[in-house]
Each structure stands twice: as C-alpha cells, then as structure tokens.
C-alpha cells in the first residue's frame, strides 16, 4: 500500500468531474500560446480563432447527430440546462404554463424548476420506481394540453439508471411540448442521436469526459426558439453573448474525439469493473445491495447500499485509506443530506439514505484499483458493523 512514504490514491469519483486527458492538455497549451484572438474580430488573429471554434462545433455536432448551428457553447452542464428550462418556458408561455420533469434531476434542473415555480408556471415532479426509472404511463398521464417542456434527464448520476428516452421522445411527437434531457452524465459513454430520440434541448459538460471545467453545450433543435440568458454581442447566433473560451472549446473538442474512439472499449472495461467489485465483495461476505439495476445503467457509476453502516464514517475511512469516492451528486457534497434520488427511489424511511456509497469509474482506473478499493471497502464495512 505504501510506496516510498507514499500512499496509492486511488480516484473513483469520475462521475463528479474527471481527470483532463493528456492529449486535451497539450492541444490547449498549444492554443493558449498560439491563439489569443477574439472569434469576433475580422483581422487574422480573429478568423484564426474562429475557425478553431467552427472545427470544434462540427465535431460536438456530429457526436450526437444534430447539424453545427444547432450547438450553443455555454460554461457547462448547469448553464446548459438552465438556459434550455428558462429560455423554452419564457419563449413557449403563450401555449401554456406547464412543465413535467422528474424527482431525481440533477439540481440545475431541479432547482430552476423551483424557481419557474415562483415565477408561475407550474411543475409536475414524476415519481421513480425502485431502480430509479420513471413510468411511461405516469408521463403520459402528465401530459396536458398546455405543457410546454417536458426535462428528464438522460443517465442519473448518482445511481446511473437510464430513462426510456427514445420512448418519451415517441409520446413527444404528437404533442406541443419541447423535450429536454441533461445528457451531462451519459454524453460520451451512451450513444446519444438527437434525430432518433426526438429530443429539442440537449446539456452536455466537457469535464464529465476528461475535458476541462467551465465549458459544455447546449443542442437547440433548428426550430426551437429560446430566450437568451445572456445579453451583449452577438456571439453563438445572438444566443448566447460573451467572448468565447477557445482553448476549453479546443480542448472539449479533443475530449470528444477521444471518447467516440473509446467509447465501446469503456464501456466493457466499465462493465467488467462492476462485475470484479461486485464479485470481490461477495467473496468477503459483505452485506450490501445494488442501488439501480447492474444492466440498465451507464457502466462507469456503481451506487451500493452497506446495511448497518453510516455514510460519513464510510466516505472518511476510504479516503484515508487514499480511495476517493462519494455519496452521491457532488454538487452537495461537504452536505450529507439524504440524497433526493435515493429519496425518491427509496422513500424518506428508508436507511438506503445513510449507508450508500457511489463509485465510478474514468479511462486511468485499473483492474488492480477496483480490487484493491474493493478490498479495502469489505474491510471498512466489517470494522464499522462491529
């Protein structure tokens, strides 16, 4: 375990952010010495960095099969969703006030339903089965004659369930409402196509796929007209105003590149790291349960329940022992509140709530990480119980 004084730290909390790939950092250093232009000037330093912008919208656009000028750079995920719930509710409130989403939502979806709340639109929150899936049924029930957007997202995080999204797009096809889906957690690892789905709106962050922070895209379907949130030039087709961040769009492009090279090789790595941690755990004879399903779920998040254990004391123990994991959504952590998924998925009741632990997994995690974390965990688990 320890090596010249130092211990092995071992990081399993992709699915709050991840480690940005060699190859993304060289190419933006490479830009940042090179480019400093502003896309919106016409000298040459400009148009240099424009067409490095272009280059970069034609490859994020091709990833999920949507046409260049249906991409709005945006600061990442959060940005993207809430420019996607507040700009189609305010252009669309003519039709009618009323949204659908889900109870597990990431909370820049969540809490921006909150806030179109107070600014009277009304929401309808659909309820999850136990794995964590919504009923088709239920939205369909939803559905009314003045629902103007219906959210849900793509992949959860904290537990990885995937929703039926193609068939929300089916129920979708025939009525009014835009369909958004925050795509943040499974863009990269699921194969994700706009036109297949029939979804409006679509979030993405570069940092979920080894590119940096502060920089992701928001998908508008060529009809979709949305209220900006951001007033100023005339930047993103007037869309989204703001000086463009060049090396993190170059950087996000080259994230993309390499996750479509990788992405089925990941996802069977992903897969098999399931199966050794499940199995390793098993043979130590450690109680615990799936949150989720093994199968309908993204391969890189592995949410576990350890009956009779506390979250807190769990996520203190693996990182002292150098393994970084969570209990959940990052954006709360440093809060050990009750997860709102697993509330949803389990009930305010249920000890699910104080004894889960989420680990994922990213394109430097070894075999010999997951036996090792795995390992560790059976040995925390039997202290604790004791």
Do not use: W
Request: some cysteine.
């Amino acid at each position: 375990m320890i090596e010249g004084g130092t211990m092995e730290r071992i990081y399993l909390d992709h699915a709050a952010t991840t480690p940005m790939h060699p190859r993304v950092i060289e190419i933006m250093m490479e830009v940042m010495n090179k480019n400093f232009g502003n896309p919106s000037s016409i000298h040459s330093f400009g148009r240099e960095a424009r067409h490095y912008i272009d280059l970069a919208r034609e490859t994020l656009a091709r990833s999920i099969g949507a046409k260049e000028n249906e991409i709005i750079f945006t600061s990442g995920g959060t940005e993207a969703d809430n420019m996607a719930l507040f700009g189609a509710a305010e252009s669309n409130q003519h039709k009618g006030k009323h949204i659908i989403t889900t109870q597990v939502e990431h909370h820049a979806v969540l809490h921006a339903c909150q806030r179109l709340e107070k600014m009277g639109f009304e929401v309808t929150y659909l309820p999850v089965d136990e794995i964590g899936e919504i009923s088709l049924d239920d939205l369909s029930t939803a559905l009314r004659e003045d629902t103007v957007l219906v959210s849900v997202m793509y992949g959860n995080n904290e537990v990885g369930t995937l929703q039926p999204i193609k068939e929300i797009g089916e129920i979708l096809k025939s009525h009014q409402a835009l369909f958004h889906t925050d795509a943040v957690q499974a863009y990269g690892i699921e194969d994700i196509n706009v036109n297949e789905m029939n979804v409006d709106l679509l979030s993405v962050s570069a940092h979920k796929i080894n590119g940096p922070k502060g920089t992701g895209f928001l998908y508008v379907r060529d009809k979709v007209k949305l209220v900006p949130r951001a007033f100023g030039g005339e930047q993103e087709r007037k869309r989204r105003a703001g000086t463009e961040n060049v090396a993190a769009i170059v950087g996000f492009q080259e994230a993309v590149k390499i996750a479509s090279e990788e992405r089925l090789v990941k996802r069977e790595k992903y897969q098999g790291f399931k199966k050794t941690f499940v199995e390793k755990l098993a043979a130590h004879n450690i109680e615990f349960s799936i949150n989720g399903l093994l199968e309908k779920s993204m391969p890189h998040v592995l949410n576990l329940s350890f009956p009779g254990t506390n979250v807190e004391a769990m996520l203190v123990n693996l990182d002292l022992a150098g393994i970084a994991v969570s209990s959940g959504s990052a954006c709360t952590a440093g809060s050990i509140e009750p997860s709102h998924v697993l509330v949803a998925m389990f009930g305010k009741e249920s000890d699910v709530l104080i004894n889960s632990i989420r680990f994922s997994f990213g394109f430097n995690t070894t075999e010999d990480q997951i036996i090792k974390t795995a390992e560790e965990t059976a040995r925390i688990v039997s202290r604790l119980k004791k």
